[in-house]
């Protein structure tokens, strides 16, 4: 990361103090990094993000009150919002997909390595989300599970509607995404330049009305459920 621009400027939010403490010291051991502010609920998360306009914000998922899904939800609803990094105990936590389709870009186990959880706050920072094809895996897998036929139907209709809009070449830049793929991998399948990997996403975002590269997979999931 360039050491002449801005630190991150980080927002932690859990109700585990102790937790919060051990994230600030990783977190404020960067030279370009900072954590501003911390909050213990969802209700002081919106209060102190407000305060302090922050870059991300580390959300858990689960605390009493206003949960982390439901102020990100709110968040991420207005005018520049940070972007936001959940933090969880379990990478299966059904919590987590909700949050993602809200505009969340990833998460991170608590008991992440401090390297990767910096490296996951610089990458989140940068709009680029948290998610490897592995994790992606599993967030499809809950998307797809245990919901009732009509739910199904209607996920799959109305993701379908939003997917039909897309040209050949950015429907097969969506599936591609959808398969964890990165850039270079993309345009390595598609026969084709980053550059023009790039160019789709930018115009899928802009289609499909959608913040990040999840989002898309998720649609794309629903669409062939």
């Not at 977190?27 to 305060?51: K, N, P, R, S």
């Not at 982390?68 to 936001?84: F, H, K, M, N, Y």
């Not at 105990?89 to 909700?98: E, Q």
């Not at 706050?121 to 994790?135: C, E, I, K, Y």
Request: proline letters at 5%; a negative charge; hydrophobic letters at 45%.
């Amino acid at each position: 990361m360039d050491t002449e621009r801005e630190p991150v400027r980080v927002v932690i939010v859990d109700d585990d103090q102790l937790v919060r403490m051990a994230l600030r010291l990783v977190i404020d051991g960067e030279t370009d990094l900072t954590v501003v502010a911390e909050a213990a609920d969802g209700d002081a998360a919106l209060t102190v993000v407000d305060e302090q306009r922050p870059d991300v914000v580390l959300m858990d998922v689960r605390m009493p009150g206003r949960d982390g899904l439901s102020a990100t939800r709110e968040l991420l609803t207005r005018p520049a919002p940070p972007r936001v990094l959940m933090l969880t105990t379990f990478d299966s936590d059904d919590l987590v997909l909700g949050a993602l389709h809200a505009g969340a870009l990833g998460f991170v186990l608590k008991d992440t390595q401090p390297p990767r959880l910096l490296d996951a706050v610089r990458t989140v920072a940068d709009g680029n989300p948290v998610l490897g094809p592995a994790a992606t895996a599993r967030v499809i897998a809950a998307a797809t599970s245990p919901r009732s036929s009509h739910a199904r139907d209607s996920s799959r209709e109305a993701a379908r509607k939003q997917l039909s809009t897309l040209t050949t070449r950015e429907l097969d830049t969506a599936r591609a995404i959808a398969d964890g793929l990165g850039n270079p991998e993309i345009a390595e399948r598609l026969y084709i330049s980053v550059a023009t990997v790039k160019a789709h996403i930018s115009s899928l975002f802009a289609k499909l009305a959608v913040d990040n590269r999840v989002q898309i997979a998720l649609l794309v999931r629903d669409a062939e459920e």
